[in-house]
């Protein structure tokens, strides 16, 4: 399953409902949630322990607007928007954290 | 044939439209006779709250359409337990019956649908 998330994990606690409920499969983050895939900030010992069960990817465009891509965690693979359409195409079913 | 349709309720009622969206939707696939499982999760365990008075605030209360959705063959109704007990409810105070679950029962059943639709 295809878990998409928009939220800052430091805003909302939408990261963390979506860790806990997510099995399996690929969490990728767009708009404000890339923040998590930064290197220093608060959500990344969440987002390490999740990368064992889960394949994470950030959106390039949503890093790059927000002067973020450089900071990218090791393990976080970026993805640009058709990139995001294949892991739509790939997973059975989707679920986004609003 | 009939997909099954799982509906995600994280958002509290009134303070945004979603939740009354939500259930417009689980009545437009049920009434196209689809397979509908409907999720409360986060705040949209709040949905559920038994003893709703919204006359003050000008708005309808939605929340007796819960109770009759079995009448729309919709029985289906999933609560997240931690979500419950982190805002210091219980079944006692939903206005239905609903199926109490546990991580990673509630994460299963996420997995088995065709398509989840996110309020």
């Known amino acids: 399953m295809l878990h998409i998330l928009n939220k800052s994990p430091l805003e909302k606690g939408t990261l963390d409902t979506a860790l806990r409920l997510a099995r399996s499969g690929a969490l990728l983050l767009i708009e404000d949630a890339v923040y998590a895939a930064t290197g220093g900030n608060g959500a990344e010992p969440k987002l390490r322990e999740a990368m064992a069960k889960l394949k994470v990817y950030a959106l390039m465009p949503d890093l790059q607007a927000r002067g973020m891509a450089d900071r990218l965690m090791d393990g976080v693979s970026p993805i640009d928007y058709e990139g995001f359409v294949d892991l739509v195409v790939e997973h059975p079913n989707c679920q986004s954290w609003l | ?119």
């Open chain 2, 1 to 119: 044939m009939a997909k099954k349709f799982m509906l995600v309720n994280r958002k509290a009622p009134y303070g945004s439209i979603y939740a009354l969206e939500s259930l417009e939707v689980v009545l437009i696939a049920a009434a196209f006779e689809q397979d509908v499982s409907v999720a409360f999760i986060d705040d949209g365990v709040y949905q559920l709250k038994k003893g709703m008075q919204t006359k003050a605030i000008a708005t309808n209360n939605f929340s007796p359409t819960y109770r009759a959705l079995e009448d729309y063959d919709v029985d289906k109704l999933y609560v997240d337990a931690e979500s419950l007990t982190a805002r210091g409810l219980a079944p006692e105070d939903l206005i239905t019956d609903v199926k109490l679950l546990d991580r990673d029962a509630l994460a299963e059943l996420m997995e088995q649908q065709d398509v989840v639709l996110s309020f």
